[in-house]
């Protein structure tokens, strides 16, 4: 098996029911099929006030047996990660896997108008899209006007 992380910034009072969540999300995956397996999880701190937590749980994926319907549940895992730690005020864009397929689509969301900012940004420091290309749906800064798209990403059901 290899090891994958999942992460959110989490405030504390959020950190158990954000622990609850995800461990019920991998339970879930691991009575679907064997290929996954709940490694644990661990919070700590970055800031003096103890407020934000850098929230992990690591799954073990058993790779020479992911197959596409695995791979499809983890994908979906990922995503409910993700909306759980969202649903419970926390931030995925502030950690390293939100850029990944499953997740990606809910930058938007939890950014609102701030990613509106970023493709500005992106555009203005990065006009022809080679640093990073493809992350975080900043590649939507170089296909014009792009209101309808954002609204129906940060519309979407969770």
Same mark, same amino acid.
């Given at each position: 098996?290899s090891?994958?992380?999942?992460?959110?910034?989490?405030?504390?009072t959020?950190?158990p !029911?954000?622990?609850?969540?995800?461990h019920?999300?991998v !339970?879930?995956?691991?009575?679907?099929t064997?290929?996954?397996?709940?490694?644990?999880?661990f919070a700590?701190?970055?800031?003096?006030?103890?407020?934000?937590?850098?929230?992990?749980?690591?799954?073990? #994926?058993?790779?020479?047996?992911?197959d596409?319907?695995?791979?499809a549940?983890?994908?979906?895992?990922?995503?409910? #990660?993700?909306?759980?730690?969202?649903a419970?005020?926390?931030s995925?864009? !502030?950690?390293?896997g939100?850029?990944?397929?499953?997740?990606?689509?809910?930058?938007p969301?939890?950014l609102?108008?701030?990613?509106?900012?970023?493709?500005?940004?992106?555009?203005?420091?990065?006009?022809?899209n080679i640093?990073?290309?493809?992350k975080?749906?900043l590649?939507?800064?170089?296909?014009g006007?792009?209101?309808?798209?954002?609204?129906?990403?940060? !519309?979407?059901?969770?």
């Open positions: 098996m090891w994958h992380c999942e992460d959110a910034a989490v405030s504390y959020h950190v !029911a954000v622990t609850k969540a995800w019920g999300i !339970a879930d995956l691991r009575r679907r064997d290929v996954f397996d709940d490694w644990g999880m700590y701190t970055s800031a003096d006030t103890g407020v934000d937590y850098l929230t992990e749980i690591d799954v073990g #994926i058993w790779e020479q047996r992911l596409d319907d695995a791979w549940m983890w994908v979906r895992a990922k995503r409910d #990660i993700a909306a759980a730690a969202l419970h005020g926390g995925i864009s !502030a950690c390293h939100s850029c990944r397929d499953g997740e990606v689509d809910l930058v969301r939890e609102g108008g701030g990613f509106d900012v970023m493709l500005g940004v992106k555009r203005l420091l990065d006009p022809n640093m990073n290309p493809g975080y749906l590649d939507l800064a170089y296909q006007d792009v209101s309808a798209q954002l609204a129906e990403l940060k !519309a979407a059901p969770v």
